[in-house]
């Protein structure tokens, strides 16, 4: 059974900085490609960053390019998000999620192309 497991959320004023993980039971993360994802109360769930398997590729949301940083460790089968300079729209329940047929090298923000998702981490930004 996949079981993702994300970690590191928060209260944090704005301008600050947290770093989310995402682990993982019953799948190896480097083989696949893993996104996160935020949603925030009354809106939809976005996509944030991917990182593709192999290459390590990845891709930003306009709205976090330039703050957030997606980057996994091998070694300890993990994905990160190190988010910068978060301001109160930043605030949500984060999201990992891992795409089970992903094509190497690429990775989607869309989320119906994701299948398996942890539970979420809660990030507040007071405004």
């Known amino acids: 059974q996949v079981q993702l497991v994300e970690s590191g959320g928060g209260l944090v004023q704005s301008g600050g900085s947290l770093r989310l993980s995402c682990a993982a039971s019953?799948?190896?993360?480097?083989?696949?490609?893993i996104g996160w994802f935020r949603q925030a109360p009354g809106k939809e769930r976005e996509g944030v960053a991917c990182?593709?398997?192999?290459?390590?590729?990845?891709f930003y949301a306009d709205s976090v390019k330039g703050r957030f940083i997606i980057s996994r460790d091998n070694a300890k089968d993990t994905v990160y998000l190190q988010m910068n300079s978060l301001k109160p729209e930043d605030a949500a329940v984060y999201y990992c999620?891992?795409?089970?047929?992903?094509?190497?090298?690429?990775?989607?923000?869309?989320?119906?192309?994701?299948?398996?998702w942890g539970r979420g981490t809660q990030v507040t930004v007071p405004s």
């Open positions: 999620a891992a795409d089970q047929l992903g094509i190497p090298d690429l990775c989607s923000l869309r989320a119906y192309e994701y299948d398996y």
């Open positions: 019953g799948i190896t993360l480097d083989n696949h490609p």
């Open positions: 990182i593709s398997s192999r290459s390590g590729s990845t």
